[in-house]
């Protein structure tokens, strides 16, 4: 591969900007134009003027999702599935109904489509927008959405997603992952220390590329995707954290099992070339356990989720507490989630599913979800870097199942944790906001 076609990473930046003291709708409305229809923009400007700010609010999400959806479907559904462990999805899969809204805004964030903040926003406003849509006629009377909130998330959807005609950051990384899988990279090649110096959602990202190809591509597609693997995977691996390292020995397993030669023997040498044979699994179970925390997060984050969660969460713990490790991450990000609850409060009738799973993980369990998962769990740092409720539950739960000699290999993971100890105030809350929010700024940055 030649330095002009170099792998580049990309930021995130604004297509449009918007004071921060800019409060009028009809000033607002205008700047997404560049995706929606005249006849949308009419819309939501009736909305605002009626006050109807459920309404136009819930209205202007949906468009903004269904962008952010389609922009990411340009990357192929199959290789989307690899990236959410979501072996339910294929090429045939709508994008409009199989990702989940709160999936797409993180795929947006490791595709560096929109910035941290951005991100961290859109969550926000999905949380508002679900929280109004569950709310009965009585509640939604006494505390209706104010105008301020309705502006607020407006802002955010056209700053983001909708003043953007098309996100570059998905263009371009449809461009890289095409290369990958028409040229074979060599060790001494300008992209490969790129690629091995880039922030940690970048290297996770090109690791999903290459074993989606490993395992669906034919031809020199194929190739050129196992040659990339042998390279990139044995560059990357000091870096890479458990829950990528066992992604790898489940995509060598599944080809096996498969039968697909070929490509067992090209990550069989790469598994070979790093010692990493401890990653592989015994068996494919784990897809029924990623499968479970999938509809447990897609109920969690989807309207009158305090109800709907209580399904999937009692499924997902009677699977038992002996998870595969490929799906560890998953699952443990789908019960925190739900144990955390957010800025409302926690699923009542999930509690108690969530509590057993929590209660019986060992202490090498909770070991390993600190040291190697946490440190890349967008959702679970979303929650503690902003809402009390979800950080003065985190804080009783490090309390009841971290010991307090315990030492994590990552200091900003240790601070956290750190953070937590001790009688809870509201200054204790302040600071484990403070240090969850950095250590998701430098999950985002180079480690």
Known sequence: MSNDSA??????????????GESAPEKIVPLAGATLSKRDLKSIEAGFKSESYEMVSTFVWIKAAAALKSQVATLGMEFVGEMLKRPDLDEDSDPSTSIADHEVIMLAEDLGMVTETQG????????????YAQLDQQAAELDPM??????????TCVTAILGQPRLNGAMQFADFRKRLGTG???????????????????????????????????GAELEHALGNTMVIVPCVWPRLRGPERWQVGQAYAEVSADGNRFASAGLKKALLDVHGFDYVPESLRSNTFTEAAARVLSAHFAGNNFYNE??????????????????FAKCMEATL???????WGHSFSAEQDAKVLLD??????????????LPG??????????????????CALIEKHIEPGFRAKDKAVQDLVDATRGQANPGMVKAVQRRAQLLGERARSCT
């Open 146 to 155: 104010q105008k301020e909130d309705a502006v607020a998330l407006l802002k």
């Open 120 to 131: 961290l926003k859109l969550k926000h406003a999905l949380e508002l927008v679900s929280h």
């Open 360 to 373: 019986l993980l060992r202490p090498v369990q909770w070991e390993y979800y600190l040291n190697e998962c």
């Open 310 to 327: 209580a399904a999937p969460m009692a499924v997902l713990a009677k699977l038992g507490t002996a998870i595969p490790m490929p799906a």
């Open 377 to 394: 769990d967008g959702t679970i740092l979303a929650k503690l870097a902003c809402d009390d409720k979800p950080v003065q539950r985190w």
């Open 337 to 343: 989630a739900v144990w955390l609850g957010n800025h």
């Open 7 to 20: 792998i580049t990473v990309w930021n995130a930046t604004d297509a449009v900007a918007i004071p921060p």
């Open 184 to 218: 074979t990279l060599k060790t001494d090649d300008p992209s490969i220390e790129l690629v091995r110096s880039s922030p940690y959602f970048f290297v996770r990202t090109t690791l999903s590329v290459l074993l989606s190809m490993v395992k669906t591509a034919k």
